[in-house]
């Protein structure tokens, strides 16, 4: 099993930057990739970024240049480093982990507000 607990979020206003953490525990050992998805009232959950064990990273085109993930493997945490907010990014962001055989893990959901 992995747990993982996601910080950071909060009101800023557009243009601003927000950056949200993730710190995972338990069977570290089996992750494979994480990442970030998002989920904003009335839509589908989404992906924003993942990246793989090897540091190879993807992102949605909308995040794209604005956006940055990364991690640091001695505290087991993702970091989402958010730029040039705006409204439309307003959503719960999700941590999310990979394990073994593709399971999939999920934090609590951080709610992040940027106002116009």
């Known amino acids: 099993q992995v747990h993982l607990v996601e910080s950071g979020g909060g009101l800023v206003q557009a243009g601003g930057s927000l950056r949200l953490s993730c710190a995972a525990s338990?069977?570290?050992?089996?992750?494979?990739?994480m990442g970030w998805y998002r989920q904003a009232p009335g839509k589908q959950r989404e992906l924003v970024t993942t990246m793989t064990n090897s540091g190879s990273k993807n992102y949605a085109d909308s995040v794209k240049g604005r956006f940055t993930i990364s991690r640091d493997n001695a505290k087991n945490t993702v970091f989402l480093q958010m730029n040039s907010l705006k409204p439309e990014d307003t959503a719960v962001y999700y941590c999310?982990?990979?394990?073994?055989?593709?399971?999939?893990?999920w934090g609590q959901g951080t709610q992040v507000t940027v106002s116009s």
């Open positions: 338990g069977s570290i050992f089996s992750i494979n990739a």
């Open positions: 999310n982990a990979e394990g073994l055989h593709s399971v999939i893990y």
